[in-house]
């Protein structure tokens, strides 16, 4: 009886306790199992046959895509249009940034045109952050160079809460290119703020050289690391973002480092594969684990547009 | 109903006693249930329409009666023009409402916003033939809109600082209704 009351109560009155979302390090525990309670919702509602609500009828948002995306950009797209939110998609490709506009200039122009919320991807890491500084907007950060990835985080985290209720004491292993990976910090911050425990795997070269302090372990064994985890995280090398020659060779990478199905057979317990996408097929997961259902990976993508309309949702209820 | 001074208009007795009106009232309307659906308007309509359903199982022997529940927080038209934020309760109706005849049940009546609101989010499960509204409590003189109910437990006729609580048993510890001031004060 205590529980069913207290529910009631939550449901009056609880706010995000930020008006942007720069990134997972700026959330308290609340905010993200609030963002988790509303994507229930949400996603109830995009698995009804008609799967739009008039919630954001009012709220216009600009789409700002500084760099490439498929699945970010589409889950933005559907999650607004499921919103009822009028939308204006921008990419830098043939803008005035070309002709030399600074990004400010750029955005406090779309803004003057009475746009309500800005959703960006940029290539330069704490673009957001910039921005969030510089013009009076709600930002939400879809992705800032090789910083952090908030929405690829929630999906993630709300994908796993979804497959066993509650982090507390479950063993995550991310793998790959976690230096360069702006999934692997928003990962590791939203993994850690729930109560999971977290190694990250990979070549050293592509481990960053202060991740003990962000509380985390490195794992050098792939397979020693499988063995111990309940969720492997495979992420993508970021070959746009290498300046370097970073390991041999993608063969040797994929030897060591990639997850196939006779590396999964070798550990007797099932464990749930998560990927942000895009893959690249048979370099950090092989065909025959992508093609075998035995990961998430479509669940995650789903995931994205109710999370996304949980956080726009939340954030436009504070304009 | 005057209810001015009151702190208690309603207790467990007269309550029950309503409810028994109401359910019998749904029966004379809908004999069977074969056409007619029950759909409580979360949070509060859950309650009161789990126990309507009881009721007409109770008295009248039919046991197959639909219930659904729906929540109608991202249908609702004061989506960022109040400081706080409603968060959302569970929508569950795992069935088709097209061509029936749905009965809307909520505990109080009192803008007619949440219910225009539940129309609209009724639409996304189908055309129901005929909706109908069914309230425990009607607080007359008071709504924004050209909605009535239907089915009405008891009509109170209330100020706007006041603020009237169905409580139930399985939450609040007893069956009652309230009038307060928007304070929270009993009056």
């Not at chain 1, 973002?241 to 057979?265: H, V």
Request: charged fraction near 25%.
């Amino acid at each position: 009886m205590e529980r069913m009351r207290s529910i009631y109560i939550r449901k009056m009155g609880k706010k995000l306790s930020v008006s942007n979302l720069l990134g997972i390090k700026y959330l308290s525990e609340e905010d993200l199992n609030l963002i988790f309670e509303t994507a229930d919702n949400f996603k109830e509602v995009i698995n009804r046959k008609i799967k739009k609500v008039p919630s954001l009828r009012d709220i216009t948002i600009a789409n700002l895509f500084f760099e490439n995306s498929t699945r970010t950009k589409i889950s933005f797209e559907l999650a607004q249009k499921r919103l009822s939110a009028d939308i204006i998609n921008f990419s830098s490709s043939g803008s005035s940034i070309t002709k030399g506009e600074t990004l400010t200039d750029t955005v406090n122009n779309i803004l003057s045109m009475k746009v309500d919320m800005v959703v960006m991807r940029h290539p330069s890491p704490g673009a957001s952050i910039f921005l969030s500084k510089n013009v009076k907007s709600c930002i939400i950060n879809a992705g800032d160079g090789c910083h952090e990835h908030p929405t690829q985080a929630l999906l993630d985290a709300f994908t796993l809460r979804e497959k066993f209720g509650s982090f507390s004491g479950k063993k995550i292993l991310i793998t790959g290119d976690i230096m360069h990976s702006r999934v692997a910090l928003s990962n590791i911050f939203i993994y850690k703020k729930l109560g999971a425990l977290v190694k990250v795997c990979g070549p050293k070269s592509l481990i960053p050289k202060y991740i003990n302090d962000l509380g985390i372990q490195y794992e050098s064994s792939f397979e020693k690391g499988l063995k111990w985890c309940d969720v492997a995280s495979m992420l993508r090398i970021q070959n746009e973002r290498m300046i370097d020659s970073y390991f041999p060779s993608t063969r040797e990478y994929a030897l060591q480092y990639g997850l196939d199905l006779k590396r999964l057979n070798l550990i007797d317990k099932e464990i749930i594969i998560t990927h942000p996408g895009p893959i690249n097929r048979g370099v950090e997961l092989n065909s025959d684990i992508i093609d075998s259902g035995k990961t998430v990976i479509l669940d995650q993508v789903e995931n994205g547009v109710a999370v996304r309309m949980a956080v726009m949702y939340l954030l436009a209820a504070k304009l | 109903m005057s209810v001015l001074n009151n702190k208690k208009i309603l207790d467990a007795s007269k309550l029950s006693l309503i409810l028994n009106r109401l359910a019998s009232q749904l029966f004379e309307n809908h004999n069977d249930f074969s056409e007619a659906v029950l759909i409580g308007i979360q949070p509060r309509g859950k309650i009161l329409s789990k126990k309507i359903k009881e009721l007409i199982i109770k008295n009248y022997g039919i046991d197959d009666i639909k219930l659904g529940f729906l929540d109608v927080t991202f249908f609702r038209d004061d989506f960022g023009r109040k400081n706080k934020i409603l968060s959302a309760n569970k929508t569950s109706i795992d069935f088709i409402v097209e061509n029936k005849t749905v009965i809307l049940i909520d505990d109080v009546l009192y803008t007619g916003r949440s219910i225009r609101a539940a129309l609209t989010a009724l639409q996304s499960f189908g055309r129901p033939n005929k909706v109908e509204l069914l309230s425990l409590i009607d607080r007359r003189f008071s709504r924004h809109l050209p909605i009535q109910p239907d089915y009405c437990g008891i009509q109170v006729d209330s100020i706007n600082n006041q603020r009237l609580t169905v409580k139930w048993n399985e939450i609040d510890g007893e069956d009652a209704v309230y009038i307060y001031k928007k304070n929270g004060k009993k009056t």
